[in-house]
């Protein structure tokens, strides 16, 4: 099972930023997918997911500013971020298998997202 996060970078305050994963090894239509992050310093946070059937569930913090979606013709699982804040800051990870409660059994390298002017 390979999950590859990508689409990382240095992003102003206020900005916006799509990063994208892609699964192999897993079928992905069958797999709830979803992103964490963790933060130098800090535990590691569940951001959002989406389900089998397409249902998004995202945590507080990020309600309103991120957007979670899945191409399952693609198997690739996308979260554009929107009005970016520098708490943002974090290696973002995707995962195949778990829920806004635990992480999936299946998740990989990530991406960094740094938001700073």
């Known amino acids: 099972v390979q999950l590859q996060a990508s689409g990382g970078g240095l992003v102003q305050p206020g900005g916006s930023l799509t990063i994208s994963c892609t699964a192999s090894?897993?079928?992905?239509?069958?797999?709830?997918m979803g992103w964490f992050r963790q933060a130098p310093g800090k535990q590691r946070e569940l951001v959002a997911v989406?389900?089998?059937?397409?249902?998004?569930t995202y945590a507080d913090f990020v309600k309103g500013r991120f957007t979670i979606s899945r191409d399952n013709a693609k198997n690739m699982v996308y979260l554009q971020m929107n009005s970016l804040e520098p708490e943002d800051t974090a290696v973002y990870y995707c995962?195949?298998?778990?829920?806004?409660?635990?992480?999936?059994?299946?998740w990989g390298q990530g991406t960094l997202v740094t938001v700073s002017s």
């Open positions: 995962d195949a298998g778990g829920s806004l409660k635990r992480v999936g059994p299946y």
């Open positions: 090894g897993i079928i992905f239509r069958d797999n709830v």
């Open positions: 989406v389900s089998r059937g397409g249902i998004k």
